[in-house]
């Protein structure tokens, strides 16, 4: 609840170019916006140009680009305050913990060294994603409601696009395996690719349709009427739901679930997902189909683990280098026991692909023990979310625990069996 924010636009020419920047001293939540037009900046100047301009000025004032994003500047301060720089092209965000008069000299030295061509303003918009914060600062909401209104004044010009109530039908991925209607034309084709294209960076945000784009991306080889109905149906879900977004209600707690939907897909393989949790909602979310075929259930769940534990590793990297202090070990859920007696004891297994994925873990698990599985429900693990079409009550009840700030019921998380 104490983290502040503050809009930036800058000011700063350069030869047939501009970038610029507005000031709300008022606001508690902001962002550094350079919305200066990337193409004209592009082709005036090298990007490395303005990359090493705002380095250097950052570096000066004792800012540190941080090991796993070089992109991501934080300056710590004895009291253990902050201000972190999250730079994306001529876009970026500045958030602090420290106290506003630290944070207003700071940027009174940026905006000195940038001779007084920068501005402040709330922070309620980053690379098209809306930004909320509670007035007590105890919350803060994304969402992607403007963008994704903006798509629909072109796909669904005339308000006919039917609103559903989840992304995907139940069996889309049994209709896909055995699909027969027509191959789209050449400009249908452009169309579905531009509406996966929008959909692909909708799902950034956007994990309640994160397995449902995740199958139309993969038909863009040869698109068919069916794959066009199912994007349809993904954007007319997005049309009855704009305005949700992922809720952060400050939940200190680190936590990971992964699963695997085992040989489902046409060629035989399996589907992993996994999600990692902080702050009461997903900060990442994933789909993927896995790279080999399994011969077992528990295989393809140590697959789906393995990819849960690269991902927790990495973001336990990024909290590292921006000096938050994650408890240990952290705990990760798997639904399938013989999964998690892989994964928490020197079990062998049959090919040495699955061998290496098992040690993967067990390097995390028994090792360093910086992680711990647990055994968790099928019903409680939100991973399952990312594997399956779900009807519409488990859709609903795993999206609001997912983006909404909902709890996970502690009862479901209780470790039903972990290896130490």
């Known amino acids: ?17 501009s970038l610029r920047l507005t000031r709300d001293a008022s606001s508690t939540f902001a962002a550094l916006i350079c919305p200066g037009c990337l193409g004209a900046l592009m082709a005036s100047i090298p990007f490395q140009i303005w990359e090493e301009l705002l380095r250097k000025h950052l570096t000066s004032l004792g800012f540190k680009p ?50 007084g061509r920068i501005k402040w303003g709330p922070a309620d918009e980053f690379l098209q994603m ?31 696009l039917k609103t559903y109530s989840t992304a995907a039908e139940g069996d889309i991925l049994k209709r896909m395996s055995t699909d027969t209607s027509r191959v789209l034309t050449p400009s249908e084709k452009s169309e579905y690719l531009h509406a996966v294209g929008m959909l692909g960076y909708i799902r950034k945000l956007r994990c309640d349709i994160e397995y449902a784009t995740s199958l139309v991306a ?22 009855g739901s704009a305005s949700i977004g992922r809720t952060f209600n400050g939940d200190p707690v680190l936590r990971g679930f ?12 399996s589907y992993s ?7 009461g909602s997903a900060i990442v979310a994933r789909t993927r189909k896995q790279s080999v075929a399994t011969t077992a ?41 013989a999964t998690v007696l892989a994964a928490t004891t020197l079990s062998a297994r049959k090919s040495r692909h699955l ?12 090792s360093s023990r910086s992680m711990r599985v647990n055994l968790i429900g099928t019903k409680h693990n939100l991973a399952d979310f990312f594997t399956k079409a779900l009807g519409r009550d488990d859709f609903l009840r795993f999206r609001s625990q997912l983006m909404e700030g909902r709890p996970v019921s502690p009862h479901a998380l209780a470790p039903h069996m972990t290896r130490k």
């Not at 809306?130 to 796909?155: F, G, H, K």
């Not at 997902?273 to 902080?278: A, D, N, S, Y």
């Not at 789906?304 to 690269?310: F, K, M, Q, S, Y």
């Open 297 to 337: 259930t528990a295989d393809s769940e140590l697959l789906a683990l393995g990819a849960l534990v690269r991902s927790m590793d990495e973001t336990l990297v990024t909290l590292g280098n921006l000096g938050v202090n994650v408890q240990t070990p952290v705990e990760l859920y798997c639904d399938n026991s």
């Open 130 to 160: 809306d930004i909320l914060q509670s007035s007590d600062r105890s919350t803060v909401s994304v969402s992607m409601e403007s963008y994704i209104r903006s798509a629909l004044a072109t796909l669904d010009s005339d308000g006919k």
């Open 218 to 239: 993969s038909r863009v080889q040869a698109p068919t009427a069916y794959d066009a109905q199912c994007v349809n149906r993904i954007f007319g879900y997005l049309k």
């Open 355 to 366: 061998a290496n994925q098992a040690a993967y873990v067990r390097e995390h698990t028994l």
């Open 258 to 269: 992964s699963d695997a939907d085992f040989g489902n897909a046409p060629d035989g393989r």
């Open 273 to 279: 997902g996994h999600v990692v949790m902080l702050g």
């Open 66 to 115: 941080t090991p796993a994003d070089p992109c991501l500047y934080v300056k710590h301060f004895p009291d253990g305050t902050w201000i972190l720089m999250p730079i994306y092209v001529d876009d970026g965000l500045v958030s602090f913990t420290c106290d506003v008069a630290v944070y207003e000299k700071f940027a009174a030295d940026l905006t000195a060294l940038l001779d």
């Open 1 to 17: 609840g104490n983290i502040r924010l503050f809009r930036v636009h800058f000011i700063l020419e350069f030869p047939n170019a």
